[in-house]
């Protein structure tokens, strides 16, 4: 029988009853998790068309990076259980559609304030789809081997992402200009969203936890409290009435969020009891310094790039390349290892190696070549490749088999966490590309920051990461 657009605009609001093949199911959830990948790398090669084009300064530009990073965060431990409560299919064609219409929305804004908004939009569907594409993925495979293969399989997609975002990016900026790197979004999401309605069946958990709806209020206002303070203090100094405020606010909201937090219980949206783990802790701790580092860097270095060094936006995308692709390669071996050794080791040398090729950046100035750079990239990708899934396999570790999507969300949202305030501090630190000597300094002081707390969080990674992960991950009880 043909299936015909009303057919497929009932299967979107009603549980599907004929749900494709899990493979089929897996290549859609691959496609939404790929979007949500892919704008956290590709905007960087567009800042500086978007600064030139609706003329705005690196705090115009931070806001544009972080108005999805911050959405991202704030959502990210809600979003998981409200595809528990409500269905986790509805809350993927929810989140395509939030994203799609985010999308369009940035690439039609006609100023910076509308284009933040349209960013906060885009990263309200990104946290939606993170999450239920893994819960989707998880029960289409029932077997435990297939299973573990679908989910590399998705977390190889969204690593291919990370390096297709700065050469895909420079592309379309060259060729069409800033705009279509998220109008391209749209004809996507709108296949992605007709498949995922034909071929994803209903499914959420008997027994869910309750929406935290305060918690996400008062998490969302310390984190925008806390870049505003950043950002602002980069634009117009850290006695400015403003900076205080925002400061005072973010201080503020810490018992204001810790005190009701507390009461809550196993319902609250981070559970204490959780927080009683020390390598529980140190992971996510970990993982928040990783993007901090990372994405702070990355943002004043796509700057300097294009700004400072005169690079178009595609050779700016293929030129870090070497940073991103290590990532892809070496993450599923990096994962082999981890599950034999531990996460310790793993963790420790990823954030060291990382740290040396951070630490040559410094070398880098306005007439530096390519050699110059290249070193420090692939000593920097390689580390985060062997970082990234041992600081996951570390916090899944860390607690029983039940919690495991929700400490999955924690340690996503004490990375999404991380990178928005080390975006917001690092641009505050460089200052505007337009003075370049002052620039660069400001750029070689982020890089040995990020490469001075990689090497303390190695110090964390010895002392407290397990050196075994499978005893840790067989524990049954709460302890």
Known sequence: MAVTPATLLRRAVNPARHAGSPRTVLVVMCVGYFLVLLDVTIVNVALPEIGSRLGTDVGGLQWVVDGYALALAALMLTSGTAGDLYGHRRVVLCGLVV?????????????????????????????????????????????????????????????????????LGGALVDVVGWRSIFLLNVPIVAVA????????????????????????????????????????????????????????????????????ELRRGDDAMLPVSLLRRPAFDAA?????????????????????????????????????????????????????????????????????????????????????????????????????????????????????????????????????TGGAIGIAVAGAVAGPPTDGARFVRGFHAVALGAAGLYTAAAVLALAVLPGALLPVRRAGGEG
């Open 99 to 167: 994203f799609g219409a985010g999308s369009l929305a940035c690439g039609l804004a006609p100023g910076v304030p509308v284009l933040v908004a349209a960013r906060v939009v885009q990263g309200i569907g990104a946290a939606l789809l993170l999450s239920g594409t893994l819960a989707i993925i998880s029960r289409a495979f029932p077997d435990d081997a297939a299973r573990a293969r679908a989910i590399g399989v998705w977390a190889g997609i969204g690593s291919l992402a990370l390096p297709a975002g700065p050469l």
């Open 193 to 260: 969203l007709v498949w995922a309605a034909a071929v994803v069946q209903e499914s959420r958990e008997e027994r869910a936890r309750r929406l935290d709806v305060p918690g996400v209020l008062l998490g969302g206002l310390l984190l925008l409290a806390t870049t505003y303070a950043f950002i602002e203090g980069g634009r117009a100094g850290a006695g400015a009435p403003q900076v205080l405020l925002a400061a005072a606010a973010a201080l503020l909201a810490v018992p204001a969020l810790a005190v009701p």
């Open 284 to 416: 996510n701790l970990t993982a928040g310094v990783m993007n901090l580092g990372t994405l702070g860097t990355l943002f004043v270095l796509t700057l300097f790039l294009q700004s400072v060094q005169h690079r178009s936006a595609l050779i700016a995308g293929l030129v870090v390349v070497p940073l991103f692709a290590p990532l892809a390669v070496i993450a599923p071996f990096g994962g082999r290892i981890t599950s034999r050794v531990g996460a310790r080791l793993p963790a420790a040398a990823g954030l060291l190696v990382a740290a040396a090729g951070l630490a040559l950046l410094v070398r880098a100035g306005a007439h530096t070549g390519y050699a110059v750079l290249l070193p420090a990239f692939l000593l920097w990708g390689v580390g985060m490749g062997f970082l990234t899934p041992a600081v996951v396999a570390a916090a899944i570790a860390a607690v029983p088999a039940r919690r495991s999507g929700l400490v999955s969300a924690v340690n996503n949202t004490a990375r999404q």
